[in-house]
């Protein structure tokens, strides 16, 4: 298996554009998770997906921030308007059940984004 | 409400010598526990987990944790550490109820320097 595939893997974008986050999943994993990593607030969850449904998106900034899961074997995490607050490396993780988090999850290589 | 402090945030020793990374929690539940290790521009890579049975795990590469509910601690040992043992190492808890509170929180992360 490939494991979790991200694009791209750099970003470097500027203040106002618009950005888009791209993961594919493991292969029949049902659940799909949106990480943020910053040196200042560590690892935050975003946002996750079972079966393509969002089941908490508490973590996300509702006002620039958006996630979906059209099909199960793709998400996109968007960005619009980006803020140099954003900068950060996103990741993807995804798992084969939930049981409240206690399975194992396999993360994506990430995405370095820059938002200058 | 949920968090996991990891007490240290390097921690340095020689190669062949012991690991200590240390990690305390708190759960209103019962809590499923976790240590990934995350190399340099890579993902985060699953090493144990905890999810109620056996207090003492073994995970990968010679790594061990022991679940200390009366103290409230995961702490991750190695008996003799490896230059490739050098990662920042994150301390996971969950909440394993099943239900939509259910959160995941990650630790500020340990880097672990080994020391020729």
């Known amino acids: 298996d490939a494991g979790v595939i991200q694009s791209p893997r750099h970003e470097v974008t500027e203040m106002g554009q618009e950005v888009t986050l791209r993961c594919k999943p493991i292969?029949?994993?049902?659940?799909l998770f949106w990480y943020r990593q910053t040196m200042m607030q560590g690892l935050e969850l975003l946002v996750y997906?079972?079966?393509?449904?969002?089941?908490?998106d508490s973590g996300m900034p509702k006002d620039r921030f958006s996630a979906k899961m059209p099909n199960a074997s793709f998400s996109t995490l968007k960005i619009q308007p980006s803020e140099p607050r954003d900068s950060a490396v996103y990741f993807c993780?995804?798992?084969?059940?939930?049981?409240?988090?206690?399975?194992?999850?396999?993360f994506g290589p990430g995405t370095r984004l820059t938002v200058l | 409400a949920q968090s996991v402090t990891q007490l240290d945030s390097h921690v340095s020793v020689s190669e062949g010598t012991p690991v200590l990374l240390r990690c305390n929690y708190s759960s209103s539940y019962s809590p499923s526990l976790f240590w990934y290790v995350q190399h340099p521009n890579k993902g985060l890579q699953l090493l144990l987990k905890y999810t109620s049975a056996a207090t003492l795990v073994k995970g990968i590469n010679g790594f061990e944790a022991e679940f200390k509910k009366s103290e409230t601690s995961f702490h991750l040992t190695k008996p003799s550490a490896h230059m490739s043992d050098a990662a920042e190492y994150f301390c996971?808890?969950?909440?394993?109820?099943?239900?939509?509170?259910?959160?995941?929180?990650f630790g500020k992360g340990t880097r672990l320097h080994i020391l020729p």
């Open positions: 292969s029949g994993h049902d659940y």
């Open positions: 996971v808890v969950s909440d394993t109820t099943g239900s939509l509170d259910d959160k995941i929180i």
């Open positions: 997906f079972n079966n393509k449904a969002v089941m908490d």
């Open positions: 993780a995804s798992s084969k059940r939930l049981a409240g988090f206690s399975d194992t999850q396999y």
